[in-house]
């Protein structure tokens, strides 16, 4: 479990099911993650896959929680999803989803700092990364707030993606994206 001082990232468990469910089948949270809704089917694989990261991986996706209410806010976490993408993502993949009424909150930004320290901490490699659709530009602050940089252009089952990456030795100046 990670606290920060507004939130509580935990694994999840198949009980978190319902809110995931929500969380998934929101047109606004899918509107750059698979550009639709998620069916139950798809989004029960999708909390299995969070389960299993843990297991076979000693790292995954945590479960966000407000802790003054206890309440879901989104999930966020590291998975190798082995996307069949060129180029191919190699180290651990960052990825971030919150309930449309914490949007603005700053709930990501500060989950997603506490999650990197974490990976800091425990991954082998200094370079993380994450893929964000080329128009979500509230994914794109977080990550610009949180040391990302984009290193190039692709596309992910038919649809044009940004990649971008962070290194944990290098100071949030030095990761600011070089002039073009």
């Known amino acids: 479990m990670i606290e920060t001082d507004r939130l509580l990232l935990r694994r999840h468990t198949v009980a978190d099911f319902p809110a995931c469910a929500a969380l998934w089948s929101d047109a606004q ?15 029960w694989a999708r ?13 995954g996706f945590w479960l966000v929680e407000e802790k ?5 806010a989104g999930e966020l976490g590291f998975a190798d999803f082995r996307r069949e993408i060129d180029p191919p993502l190699t180290d651990p993949e960052a990825g971030w989803a919150f309930v449309p009424r914490v949007h603005g909150l700053g709930y ?3 989950a997603l700092r506490a999650a990197l320290e ?5 991954f082998p490699t200094t370079r993380t990364v994450c893929l964000i659709h080329p128009e979500n530009a509230a994914s794109f602050r977080v ?23 962070r290194h ?3 100071s949030v100046s030095e990761r600011a994206a070089p002039d073009r």
């Open 29 to 43: 949270v899918t509107r750059y993650i698979g550009g639709r809704p998620f069916t139950r089917e798809e989004i």
């Open 47 to 59: 909390v299995l896959r969070y389960i299993g990261h843990w297991e076979a991986l000693g790292y």
């Open 68 to 72: 003054a209410t206890g309440a879901f």
């Open 108 to 110: 990501a930004t500060e």
């Open 118 to 122: 974490w990976g800091d901490g425990h």
């Open 143 to 165: 990550a610009q707030k949180c040391g990302f940089w984009e290193y190039q252009r692709a596309t992910y089952k038919d649809h044009p993606t940004v990649l971008l990456a």
């Open 168 to 170: 944990r030795t290098a």
